[in-house]
């Protein structure tokens, strides 16, 4: 049984940071993109960044420039630093790990940044 275990969330004031990690237990192989969405309260979940095998990165708009995701293939975790957050970032952030056939999500982090 897989399963993808986030830590790292947490309250920080606006302009500081935090770093979510998402390690995944279990057997796990031929995952092509690991990737962190969020969800705000009343609001759809949303892509934040992804990363595929290769070290393709996609990033929203909105946060471009102060997240940062990176991988690490052998431990099977991926990571996301977030810098100069802002309250609009606040919000359940999930990891997601999909691969052919396969499509594991974790059971989400809180992020609550205040202003």
């Known amino acids: 049984q897989v399963q993808l275990v986030e830590s790292g969330g947490g309250l920080v004031q606006a302009g500081g940071s935090l770093r979510l990690s998402c390690a995944a237990s279990?057997?796990?192989?031929?995952?092509?993109?690991m990737g962190w969405y969020r969800q705000a309260p009343g609001k759809q979940r949303e892509l934040v960044a992804s990363?595929?095998?290769?070290?393709?990165?996609t990033y929203a708009d909105s946060v471009k420039g102060r997240f940062t995701i990176s991988r690490d293939n052998a431990n099977n975790t991926v990571y996301l630093q977030m810098n100069s957050l802002k309250p609009e970032d606040t919000g359940v952030y999930f990891c997601?790990?999909?691969?052919?056939?396969?499509?594991?999500w974790g059971q989400g982090t809180q992020v609550t940044v205040s202003s």
């Open positions: 279990g057997s796990i192989f031929d995952i092509n993109t």
């Open positions: 997601r790990f999909l691969g052919y056939g396969r499509d594991y």
């Open positions: 990363i595929t095998t290769f070290g393709r990165i």
